[in-house]
Structure formats: structure tokens, C-alpha cells
């Protein structure tokens, strides 16, 4: 018998859930949903389970595995990852049930290839995908460059929308390597000089020099990081990298700005993109939700920081970009 918070999760998505489960959703956000320690999500027919208690307990996670294995009899496998495990391997996902986790899911139409242990994250994010949707509607003909593109979803969406060209760049080759099956699951030529496998610093400092430009620059950083070419902190100094990639985008392009930054405030962000607009080359032309079920339903908890104009701590802005 499920718990009723497991009950009343699954109530809440059940179109999510759909009939050919070839997607993904998120099952059950524990942050907003009263369960801190815990998150679950599904990829196809995979479970994969967040285990964020500070002392883990294996025996409770793998009767939430059992218990959901027996609601959803559609479940062939499930993973735990457990963010303070002792081990990369226990951090980065363990089977928990059944043998081949999936390899590939598909939303709004289009297939992107998974590899659900090969980092602490499910290898796809989740909150963008109405991002993605909007990319299939707006990207026909458009060139494209996807900074920090971590797995590419977002370069995949572009392309799938009928865009002329994508770059992505990633520190991480292995990352831009998942991005090349993407490509492969739906039929798209894959050209060595579109995945830079480069910092972001010197890539951004390259196409200045080449003159190169793009309609479109996503800039989707991680939240902290820190290489010899330069720093990201999305908490304190978003604006640093908007002004980075600003002089690459066309006149009437567009750049879309993603903090994921849980202690920023939704009202901090917006000031920080307001005053960027202020020289009257950039405007704020729209807000990305993120979708329910990735909120959440039935908050129990609050946020960290109020989230508002935004809906999340995953803050996505389109904005639209005037050159002298």
C-alpha cells in the first residue's frame, strides 16, 4: 500500500503519466511536496529516486522503490541516487530493481538520449522543458549558439524546430558526446565542428575574434563554477556573463537567460536583467515556466527565496536584442 504522500503524488500526474511511457516527468518534488530528503522522477519506464537525506537509509528508499514498482507494474527499472553517499558510484546511481535502465526518452516529439548514472543529475533537466517546446516553435532558420549546453537538449529542441545551425559548448566532451546520440535518435547530421568541447571563457572570446555570430544564445551556466579562464556565480554576478555573450547575437536576436540559483530571489533576477535593459538594447519579452510537476502540487514547504515573478528557482527569461 502506497504512503498517502506517494498516493496523492501520483493523483496529481496522472497525465503526466500518459499510456506509451516513452517520457519523462517528475513523480514527487520532496522540497515543496514535505519530503526534503527525497525526490522521484521517471524516464520512460525507469525510477529514478533522490536521496538527499544527510543519513541515508537505504531499507525506507527501497520500500518506496518496491511500492511504486507495484502501482506502476510498467516500471521496468529503478535507480537510487544518493547525494551523500560514500562512493561516486552510490552518488551518481545505483540499481535498485530490474536491469537496463532507459536510454532514451521523448517529449514535444523529439527523442534525446539519456544516461541516467553517468552524473549526480538524470543527464536531462527536467524544469526546461517548456524551454524546449519553445525552442520547436521559434528557432526555423535560425542560427544558434548553447552555451554550457551540458547534454545538448536544448541545441536537440532548436534543431527539431527547423533551426539552420546549433554549436554547443561544454567543458565536459563526454556530456557533448550524449548530445551526439540525440542527434543520431533523430536523424540529424552530426558535424565535429558544432560541439565545442571548450570553456566557456575562450569559446565566448573565439567567435568575438572570428566575428561570429548567432540569432540566438542560450546561456544555461551551472551555479558555481570555477577554471583558470574565469568564474560563473549565478547568485552574484549573472550580469557579468550576459555582457559576455551580449556582442554575439544579431540585431533582432535573441538571448535566453537561465539562473537556476536557489538563494536569488525572482525579484533580484528580474532587477538584475531590468537594469541590463536599461541602454535599450536588451528587453525582457517573456517568462518560461517551469512545469508543475516539476514545481510541485499541494506545497507544503516554501522556497528558499520567493521565486515571484518566476515560478521556480530555475528563472528563464527571453530577451530580445538590439544591436548599435
Not at 79 to 100: D, E, N, Y
Request: glycine share 6%; net charge neutral; proline share 5%.
Amino acid at each position: 500500500m502506497l504512503p498517502d504522500f506517494l498516493e496523492k503524488a501520483l493523483a496529481s500526474r496522472h497525465a503526466e503519466v500518459g499510456s506509451d511511457h516513452t517520457g519523462a516527468f517528475r513523480l514527487f518534488n520532496g522540497f515543496s511536496e514535505g519530503r526534503p530528503d527525497l525526490v522521484l522522477e521517471v524516464y520512460g519506464r525507469t525510477l529514478v529516486i533522490h536521496d538527499y537525506a544527510k543519513q541515508p537509509d537505504p531499507a525506507s528508499i527501497k520500500e518506496i522503490a518496491n511500492q511504486l514498482k507495484n502501482a506502476l507494474t510498467w516500471l521496468h527499472a529503478g535507480i537510487v541516487k544518493t547525494r551523500h553517499g560514500a562512493t561516486h558510484a552510490q552518488k551518481c546511481g545505483q540499481l535498485l530493481f530490474g536491469s537496463q535502465p532507459d536510454r532514451k526518452i521523448k517529449e514535444h516529439g523529439v527523442w534525446y538520449a539519456l544516461d541516467l548514472t553517468m552524473n549526480q543529475d538524470a543527464s536531462f533537466y527536467l524544469d526546461t522543458r517548456s524551454l524546449r517546446k519553445w525552442l520547436i516553435e521559434n528557432m526555423q532558420g535560425k542560427t544558434l549558439l548553447n552555451a554550457f549546453a551540458y547534454t545538448g537538449s536544448l541545441g536537440v529542441a532548436a534543431l527539431a524546430g527547423g533551426a539552420r545551425s546549433v554549436i554547443q559548448t561544454d567543458l565536459n566532451r563526454n556530456f557533448l558526446n550524449l548530445a551526439k546520440d540525440s542527434y543520431g535518435l533523430n536523424n540529424f547530421p552530426v558535424h565535429k565542428a558544432d560541439f565545442l568541447a571548450q570553456d566557456f571563457f575562450p569559446a565566448v572570446a573565439a567567435f568575438k575574434s572570428k566575428k561570429q555570430n548567432f540569432d540566438c544564445v542560450i546561456l544555461d551556466p551551472p551555479f558555481f563554477s570555477a577554471t583558470s579562464r574565469g568564474k560563473v556565480d549565478q547568485e552574484h554576478a549573472s550580469a557579468r556573463l550576459i555582457n559576455k555573450v551580449r556582442p554575439l547575437i544579431n540585431d533582432g536576436g535573441a538571448l535566453i537567460a537561465i539562473n537556476n540559483a536557489v538563494f536569488l530571489s525572482g525579484a533580484e533576477y528580474i532587477q538584475t536583467l531590468e537594469s541590463l535593459c536599461q541602454d535599450g538594447y536588451l528587453q525582457i519579452r517573456e517568462l518560461i515556466p517551469v512545469p508543475q510537476d516539476v514545481r510541485g502540487y499541494e506545497l507544503v514547504n516554501l522556497p528558499l527565496t520567493d521565486p515571484a515573478p518566476f515560478e521556480h528557482s530555475t528563472k528563464i527569461a527571453i530577451l530580445d536584442v538590439k544591436r548599435k
